[in-house]
């Protein structure tokens, strides 16, 4: 099983799609729609095995190439601290997978933003200059 490190992220789920935020470094992550899916199969309680073989069924794609695909997503998830892995519970990826209406086999992953990092940093209380207003980032 995995679960959003709650220690960084801040995950919000809305419109079949993922939107994470790290509050340590300020990055985050938008997911499309397939890598939604999978990464709600994921803290669902999926184990990597259970989402490859619904993709395999669902779309009779080449078992290896999606358990590879399924992997690399995984281990960038957990490289950027996003999931911690625990121990996997029985879980059914179906329903998640069954909700996608794809033809070709998609590439799981998500795009990292860090372009409002500095605002998503700032300390409100401590930094805020009562001439400049609120909020104003120190030099």
Known sequence: ????????VF???ADDQYIVLNHVNGEYYSFDRASSAVLKALVEGCSAEDITESLCSRYDWEPCKVQEKVSRFIERLLQ???LLSGECTKG???PYIASLALQAMPELGFEVFTDVADLLLMDPIHEVDEKA???FKKS
């Open 11 to 13: 995950a919000d789920f």
């Open 1 to 8: 099983m995995y679960i959003f490190n709650e220690n960084k």
């Open 80 to 82: 950027r601290q996003i």
């Open 133 to 135: 207003g609120w909020p």
């Open 92 to 94: 059914d990826a179906g």
